[in-house]
């Protein structure tokens, strides 16, 4: 998790979690939690989506009432690395109607609508999701980004302010507050952002994903292809998802050639098919 909030470099930690989920397996073969847990390790520390699938539906077929699992399959797997949009919204609801009154359900709920163009739906389910527990920066980020793709800029602003306020300005809020100042016309705005990031890169880990779009929005296309080709040989996880062609987050990436190649190269073409 610490890799996956970009918290610390992918190398530190990443291999040490994909060791351990494999261990809690090995340990107790029927746990959903352990077969999720290797999932998510598969996915974002060794992008094997092939296993991620695999240790999914495992997890699910033992427990098919565990939310996290339901969660992370509709959002990471099926819509960030399928493009099974839909699949994903009905997954995400499938969690929600187990346990209606969970932020994180509600919130991740949310999000799936938002990338399937469902922008009402989503929007109402963070606010729930906010209305039950006020205080997860997941739920503030989901309503952020939800707000943020139903083009509703200045409420998302509003929203994307108490999110850095309550996460110490988490790198999540300052690309996708700093992609809704480029949208909404503020350049200077979004410049100033990717600036803040950059001055804090020189002093600690900045997660390059997270420079790169900050970096698309300021306009500076050299600098965002530096930054996407560092998370790309460093295997950001956050790659995974963010540059998904499919969550609506790296539009003005996938607008320079220079970044389709490096997808291709990576091991992701099927993010570049119509």
């Not at 992008?47 to 699992?69: D, G, I, S, T, V």
């Not at 309550?166 to 503020?186: E, I, P, Q, Y």
């Amino acid at each position: 998790m610490l890799g996956y909030y970009g918290l610390v470099p992918p190398e530190t930690n990443m291999p040490k979690g994909l060791e351990a989920a494999r261990r809690a397996v090995a340990l107790d073969p029927l746990l959903a939690e352990a077969h999720a847990a290797l999932a998510m390790a598969s996915l974002m520390g060794a992008w094997n989506k092939a296993e991620a699938e695999q240790e999914f539906l495992r997890a699910l077929e033992l427990n098919p009432r565990y939310l996290q699992a339901r969660d992370w399959y509709a959002l990471f797997y099926l819509q960030c690395s399928e493009g099974r949009l839909e699949e994903g919204v009905s997954h995400a609801r499938m969690a929600l109607e187990a346990d209606p009154l969970s932020a994180y359900s509600n919130s991740i709920f949310g999000l799936t609508c938002g990338i399937a163009g469902r922008h009402i739906e989503g929007v109402r389910a963070c606010e729930r999701a906010e209305e039950l527990d006020s205080d997860p920066f997941i739920a503030r980020w989901c309503h952020l980004f939800n707000l943020y793709l139903s083009r509703r800029f200045e409420e998302a602003v509003a929203v994307g302010e108490s999110a850095l306020a309550m996460s110490g300005r988490h790198t999540w809020a300052m690309w996708t507050l700093a992609v809704t100042f480029a949208d909404w016309g503020k350049t200077a705005d979004a410049d100033a952002l990717y600036a803040e990031m950059l001055a804090r890169a020189r002093r600690q880990y900045v997660p390059p994903v997270s420079l790169a779009l900050a970096a698309a929005a300021a306009g500076m296309e050299d600098q965002a292809i530096l930054h996407a080709d560092e998370a790309f040989k460093i295997r950001d996880p956050s790659c995974q998802n963010f540059f998904s062609k499919y969550a609506a987050s790296a539009e003005r990436l996938y607008g320079y050639p220079r970044f389709r190649e490096m997808v291709a190269r990576n091991g992701r073409s099927e993010w570049l098919q119509n």
